[in-house]
């Protein structure tokens, strides 16, 4: 497609000196364009495509950087991006050293602020409206937060905590779930009227012309306001915004620009605290988005080949562990679909909670359903898992509950980058005690895990990353805990390893002969060194890979209970950002390249 109108976009000020006649051809072109680099790149589409609008009159009303745009999660950021000077970017979208899938602070000084995890817009764009008003600045912020951020914590401890005079603008967008009750013709005729071309200007006339009344104008104005409010809420009620002191403004129809554009201009004159609810809808303007949003939400690139993963095989294994065991439940914080927990929602509707973006609040409803004799698994990514720390020692390890963490995404996201690297989890739950973590290879070591978290009754973790399982040569040696492969039963090199790197291990060994131990279970340290002391050769030279982060990890731990010289690879000082042109192991310093250098080649 040619892009005519939008390829003399490179930044706000070139959307805001377009004529009022090129605003919906140039939404037309950014969804095609969207389209076409997110079904070569991967990345997520259905939200995008639903906040064109939206995204365009946010750049004709405020004037960014100056004015702070926050997008909760980031990741209906692409129209922003593309109007923001990044379009040309797109074709390293989502790539290590590409184009980030979210807002990213170090990309542009557009993005305000990095996101990736949901939730936290409302915090932060709070933050900056404060900072601002204490500066003595008139700028104004801008946050976007869609309606599933809403079951989320922080959201509410940050609306809490707002002020009325403030230049904030908080745009809830619903696009899935309904919010607020349902509050009929009446009201739905009210918004009409609020968001019609006349209602503001009539406003403000009659707002000029009654404090303009001598002595009395402004009492009058506010006894006469406060009149209007209590009508309002007795004809349909008030809601919970307005409880708070923001001013209301809604519900719209989102992917109406002239609506959106109009009702935007009138909060940013307001000089308050406003919030305004607006409806879109997911995968606008393409019909397959539009009809099927899930399934949209995250497309892979163009020519990927989908394997079954860990997440479905989990899923299956916990349907089958739960028609044996009848005190099995499944947790997940909104990612039924993503932990591979869609079949369990279907077979065991009465054992199956969905709580919400509200990690925090699952691990401790976990402890209270254990405290009471279930047995729950909670299925959570191990980025989103690193929100609820407290929860994991406080709640559960230090009462001994016989929780179960199913801990998914437990590696490198190459796409996501570096706020969903599931690199941290070992590190943490390194430092409470007695808790176990298994770190499965293969769809059999991940039954073997589940089951034997199930019977030991303890807190455990079972980790897993998202790809396939690793398929190991007959040469591997099965002990349970651990496998082995050596040629030689005094082999010259050993590398011990866990979890998908594993793969980088198999790769150095075509070219390097050496012995590789590959761990299925990883703490107890104490017990996992002692069987594998039985088949370490004292001479061996040893190195440890890891795809986690050094300080804390696997490796420092097990070097200290082996007390061997061991040279430990791991994610050191880094957050596990990536370079063009090179895989992250690479970047990370944990390749197959770093292990042959280890160990002397």
């Known amino acids: 497609m040619e892009y005519k109108i939008l390829s003399k976009i490179n930044c706000p000020e070139d959307v805001k000196a377009l004529p009022h006649d090129e605003i919906l051809p140039l939404s037309e072109e950014i969804r095609a364009f969207m389209c076409e680099k997110v079904d070569k790149q991967g990345g997520h589409l259905a939200s995008n495509l639903g906040v064109v609008e939206l995204t365009l009159a946010i750049h004709r009303v405020f004037d960014c950087p100056k004015d702070h745009i926050i997008f909760d999660v980031g990741h209906q950021s692409y129209v922003h991006k593309i109007l923001t000077g990044r379009k040309d970017g797109f074709d390293t979208l989502r790539t290590p050293g590409g184009l980030s899938g979210f807002t990213k602070r170090s990309e542009s000084e557009y993005d305000a602020f990095g996101a990736g995890h949901s939730s936290t817009s409302l915090s932060a764009a709070l933050g900056f409206a404060e900072a601002d008003k204490l500066a003595g600045r008139d700028s104004y912020t ?19 905590n707002c002020r009325p005079k403030l230049n904030l603008v908080i745009i809830l967008n619903e696009n899935e779930m309904s919010i607020s009750k349902n509050i009929g013709q009446f009201a739905n005729q009210i918004a009409k009227i609020r968001s019609s071309k006349g209602y503001y200007r009539a406003k403000r006339r009659i707002m000029n012309m009654v404090t303009g ?15 209007k409010v209590n009508m309002k809420n007795r004809l349909y009620g008030s809601n919970c915004f307005e409880e708070l002191g923001l001013y209301y403004l809604g519900p719209i129809d989102g992917n109406d620009y002239d609506l959106v554009e109009r009702v935007l201009t009138e909060a940013k004159n307001m000089h308050r605290s406003t919030i305004i609810h607006i409806k879109t809808k997911k995968g606008k303007g393409y019909a397959p988005a539009e009809a099927e949003p899930a399934k949209y939400h995250g497309v892979p690139p163009k020519g990927s080949e989908e394997k079954r993963n860990f997440s479905q095989e989990f899923g299956d294994i916990l349907c089958d562990m739960a028609r044996e065991h009848g005190d099995i439940c499944a947790i997940t914080a909104a990612m039924s679909y993503g932990t591979g927990l869609e079949e369990f929602r279907r077979s065991f509707p009465k054992r199956f909670f969905d709580v919400g973006i509200a990690e925090e609040h699952a691990v401790t409803f976990a402890a209270g359903l254990a405290a009471d004799g279930a047995r729950p698994f909670f299925a959570v990514y191990s980025s989103f898992l690193q929100r609820a720390y407290d929860n994991i020692l406080h709640d559960v390890v230090l009462q001994g509950l016989p929780v179960v963490l199913c801990v998914d995404r437990a590696s490198l996201a190459p796409s996501d980058g570096a706020t969903h690297h599931g690199i941290y989890d070992v590190a943490f739950l390194n430092t409470i005690p007695n808790i ?10 991940l039954k073997e895990a589940l089951k034997s978290a199930y019977d030991r009754a303890l807190p455990c973790a079972v980790r897993y990353p998202n790809s396939s399982e690793l398929v190991l040569p007959e040469s591997f040696c ?21 979890g998908k790197i594993a793969q980088e291990a198999l790769k150095a060994k075509k070219e390097l002969d050496f012995g590789i131990v590959i761990l299925e279970k990883i703490r107890p340290y104490s017990e996992t060194a002692k ?7 004292l001479s061996s030279k040893l190195v440890f890979l890891e795809e986690g982060v050094y300080a804390g990890g696997a490796g420092m731990m097990l070097r200290d209970e082996l007390k061997r010289d061991m040279t430990v690879l791991a ?3 880094s957050f596990g950002e990536g370079k063009i042109g090179e895989s992250l192991y690479e970047s990370c310093g944990i390749s197959a390249k770093h292990i042959k250098e280890a160990f002397g080649r």
Do not use: C, Q, W
């Open 142 to 160: 801008v946050a976007v937060v869609g309606d599933g951020a809403y079951t989320g914590g922080m959201i509410h401890e940050a609306l809490n």
């Open 478 to 498: 099965d002990e349970g805990d651990f496998m082995y492969d050596f040629k030689n039963e005094k082999p010259e090199r050993v590398l011990i390893t866990y």
């Open 213 to 227: 009344i001598p002595l009395v104008g402004k009492f009058l104005f506010r006894r006469i306001a406060r009149v």
């Open 531 to 537: 069987k594998i002391k039985s088949i370490l050769p």
């Open 571 to 573: 994610i050191k000082d």
């Open 436 to 445: 176990e973590i298994y770190t499965p290879s293969s769809f059999a070591k």
